[in-house]
């Protein structure tokens, strides 16, 4: 089973160009699977069938998983077996017809526009690090880009003068993200100043570098941007993505056309982010309950 697994990955990496952060992913999740399975004595793919995968499913959930992480586990396994399907090591792919956990639908945790300052007020700008660290937050909140994409930035995606930046979004599209004057100052600083500082010998084109002047890595982007949260005093943890969900909230509040917003956000489904709107009305909604003379009491006739 490992050996698959072994022939899956490298089908991801050579084939569809996976990323690390997939690459890993898959690889220890599909393995988490197989030691599950090995466990209770199956011992090939051949011998997985749909009464096992649903004890798996239903030790996730006891485990205390959630059904978005269940959901992401079963996939990764059903694909997996799609290619042993395609490679013809299985007859048919036994986790076809496994239904996924519901999810429940949730709206996306978003920041005031005051905690933004705060977080940003928290940066040290005399180091080449909180040089950069601003550099990457005014990105994120200025052009609503993913995790993913702001870590695989070079220098060459970068255009200041159009405030532009090519990324490579889900499924291995590229498009264009674009930010304003404020992010372009402090990427502006961060490349003159910070940049250099970090950059060795041996630094590649990567934009964002850590203190041995390599790739920053996503973990090490979520723990900064986390850690300033706190300094900042925000007491709930704060993502790279609520920062992409603030952008994208916040275009909403100031009247931006919806289909501009999906445009930027690079997103396929016009009602992926129509619960943008959502967070907007639920806001009005409570706007009117806490400022309306007329809302603020049922005794008020």
Same mark, same amino acid.
């Given at each position: ?28 999740? !599909?393995?988490? /699977?197989?030691?599950? =399975?090995? *466990? ?5 793919? #051949? &011998?997985?069938?749909?009464? +096992? ?122 498009? !264009?993200?674009? /930010?304003?004057?404020? =992010?372009? *100052? ?5 490349? #003159? &100043?910070?940049?250099?500082? +970090? ?103």
């Amino acid at each position: 089973m490992r050996d698959a697994l072994n022939r899956y990955v490298n089908y991801l990496q050579a084939e569809r160009n996976a990323s690390a952060y997939t690459i890993r992913n898959y690889r220890g999740e !599909i393995g988490q /699977f197989i030691d599950y =399975a090995q *466990a209770h004595g199956v011992s090939s793919w #051949q &011998q997985v069938d749909k009464l +096992l995968v649903r004890r798996w499913l239903a030790e996730l959930h006891a485990g205390g998983y959630v059904p978005a992480s269940i959901a992401r586990r079963l996939s990764e396994v059903r694909a997996c077996c799609t290619f042993l399907v395609r490679e013809g090591d299985l007859q048919h792919n036994p986790l076809a017809t496994v239904a996924s956990p519901k999810q429940g639908r949730h709206q996306p945790r978003v920041l005031s526009y005051d905690e933004v300052l705060a977080i940003l007020r928290a940066i040290d700008l005399s180091t080449a690090q909180g040089q950069r660290d601003r550099a990457i937050i005014e990105l994120f909140y200025g052009s609503g880009m993913r995790l993913g994409e702001l870590e695989m930035l070079d220098l060459r995606h970068i255009d200041l003068a159009r405030r532009e930046a090519l990324v490579l979004g889900k499924g291995d599209k590229e498009r !264009i993200a674009l /930010f304003g004057s404020v =992010a372009e *100052a402090a990427l502006k600083l961060y490349l #003159q &100043q910070g940049r250099p500082k +970090l950059a060795t010998d041996e630094t590649g084109s990567a934009l964002f570098l850590n203190r041995f002047g390599q790739r920053l890595r996503r973990v090490s982007i979520i723990r900064m941007l986390d850690r300033y949260a706190r300094q900042a005093g925000i007491e709930r943890k704060v993502t790279p993505h609520a920062l992409r969900h603030s952008f994208a909230t916040h275009l909403v509040d100031e009247g931006v056309d919806i289909r501009l917003i999906q445009e930027m956000l690079g997103h396929e489904s016009p009602a992926t982010t129509q619960r943008y709107t959502h967070i907007s009305q639920a806001r009005l909604h409570e706007v009117v309950q806490q400022a309306h003379p007329r809302a603020k009491s049922a005794h008020n006739t």
